[in-house]
């Protein structure tokens, strides 16, 4: 068990646009879902932490107005990219916990690139 | 500041060999430690994981030590092998600490490489 699944794997769009990634715990309720980017050769970078039910926690430095996470439901969670930009270009991984103290398990990952 | 790092970027060992990956960890209040692999365009993948009242956990083919004395966490990898090959990080989860509840500080990552 502890599956996380992510759609969609990658995209590509276009300056300006709006990316909305998908994040579902297949098996199991996650009462905690993170979302984190990470850039080639580096380590993660923890942006939001989403509590079901409730408003995400940002990390400093992170835009909320540009990130918007929502997390309506114990499978679900999505972050979307607003006017994305080329700088926003990054793998897109999001992890879900039963509770925020349990384990993380991860999603595979998203691969926005923005043109 | 806080920081969860690794002491060497990059590993290569030859098949059947045994690898060790280290990590040091500069908060002592840490309760909670996780090893990740994570393979080339994938996301991390649990390895094992230890907490602090324990100095040693051993999983298939892996064994992770903590000791608390000098902040370092090690990964051993038994008789590795090419699907071994990838980045291993540690993470930190400072459990029962108000606002990072529940949050990980990844360290940098170190690249193992197996070779056959």
């Known amino acids: 068990g502890a599956v996380v699944s992510q759609h969609p794997s990658w995209v590509i769009c276009k300056s300006g646009t709006s990316v909305k990634i998908e994040c579902r715990s297949l098996?199991?309720?996650?009462?905690?879902m993170f979302w984190y980017r990470q850039f080639p050769k580096q380590s993660l970078m923890l942006m939001a932490t989403s509590n079901e039910g409730s408003k995400a926690t940002y990390e400093q430095g992170v835009e909320k107005d540009k990130f918007l996470i929502n997390h309506a439901s114990l499978t679900l969670s999505t972050l979307t990219v607003t006017s994305a930009h080329p700088e926003d270009s990054s793998f897109y991984i999001c992890?879900?916990?039963?509770?925020?103290?349990?384990?993380?398990?991860f999603g595979p990952g998203t691969r926005l690139t923005v043109l | 500041g806080e920081s969860v790092g690794l002491h060497l970027p990059t590993l290569s060992v030859q098949e059947g060999d045994n690898s060790i990956i280290n990590c040091a960890y500069s908060n002592s209040a840490s309760d909670y430690f996780i090893w990740y692999k994570q393979e080339s365009g994938k996301g991390p993948q649990f390895i094992i994981d230890i907490r602090s009242n324990m100095d040693k956990r051993q999983g298939q083919r892996v064994t992770v030590l903590l000791n608390k004395t000098v902040k370092h966490l090690s990964l051993q990898i038994a008789a590795t092998q090419p699907g071994d090959s990838a980045v291993y990080f540690c993470?930190?989860?400072?459990?029962?600490?108000?606002?990072?509840?529940?949050?990980?500080?990844f360290g940098r990552g170190t690249q193992l490489t197996v070779w056959p």
């Open positions: 993470a930190e989860n400072r459990l029962g600490r108000g606002s990072t509840l529940g949050r990980l500080y």
């Open positions: 992890s879900a916990s039963r509770t925020n103290t349990d384990t993380q398990y």
């Open positions: 098996d199991f309720q996650a009462t905690t």
